[in-house]
T-cell receptor, first 112, second 111 residues
Framework: SQQGEEDPQALSIQEGENATMNCSYK?????LQWYRQNSGRGLVHLIL?????REKHSGRLRVTLDTSKKSSSLLITASRAADTASYFC????????????FGTGTRLLVSP | NAGVTQTPKFRVLKTGQSMTLLCAQD?????MYWYRQDPGMGLRLIHY???????AKGEVPDGYNVSRLKKQNFLLGLESAAPSQTSVYFC??????????FGSGTRLTVV
């Protein structure tokens, strides 16, 4: 069974707009990670947030974590066409860094 | 370039045939993983290894076997391929800290 579920399943925006994706998970975690997958390629690690953190930034990415609601959000500001990809959250189920469980992903389309 | 290399990139098998997928990493990572990715299902863990000589089952291990004889290599075997094993297979490695490094995937079709 999937630990993380992303919402929405698909998102279409214009360049320059912000994109927000949400992830809900089921059990306790030590950390939550976000990955990007370009079509036909492997996943690329974007950012990791620990369970004792509430917000983290990396460039145009902002991740929030609410452990009481078992949810996280990924915000991409000032989107570019190159941000077009699928985005996945992944949780460790409290195991630390082993055995990440991935959600089903959000497909983001950024139009020029 | 440092990273995770998967071979082959594409393969078509007939039902009942066997094959081995190879994953090699040059980052001296302890942990290695095999996932499969199917439409609408996300990634599901098949088997994983926490070090040379060790393997363990993941969420969907049936029909697959693995070996980790050398630290840098993690092999995934299909003894008797079935159409349900048609998928994209990803290998990933992980050091003692930080996220996974993924290979580019193997697209397998079983007919």
């Amino acid at each position: 069974s999937q630990q993380g579920e992303e919402d929405p399943q698909a998102l279409s925006i214009q360049e320059g707009e912000n994109a927000t994706m949400n992830c809900s998970y089921k059990t306790s975690i030590n950390n939550l990670q976000w990955y990007r997958q370009n079509s036909g390629r492997g996943l690329v690690h974007l950012i990791l947030i620990r369970s004792n953190e509430r917000e983290k930034h990396s460039g145009r990415l902002r991740v929030t974590l609410d452990t009481s609601k078992k949810s996280s959000s990924l915000l991409i500001t000032a989107s570019r066409a190159a941000d077009t990809a699928s985005y996945f959250c992944a949780t460790d189920g409290g195991t630390g860094f082993q055995k990440l469980v991935f959600g089903t992903g959000t497909r983001l389309l950024v139009s020029p | 370039n440092a990273g995770v290399t998967q071979t082959p990139k594409f393969r078509v098998l007939k039902t009942g045939q066997s094959m081995t997928l190879l994953c090699a990493q040059d980052m001296n990572h302890e942990y290695m993983y095999w996932y499969r990715q199917d439409p609408g299902m996300g990634l599901r863990l098949i088997h994983y290894s926490v070090g040379e000589g060790t393997t363990a089952k993941g969420e969907v291990p049936d029909g697959y076997n693995v070996s980790r004889l050398k630290k840098q290599n993690f092999l995934l075997g299909l003894e008797s391929a079935a159409p349900s094993q048609t998928s994209v297979y990803f290998c990933a490695s992980q050091g003692t800290y930080y996220g996974y490094t993924f290979g580019s995937g193997t697209r397998l079709t079983v007919v």
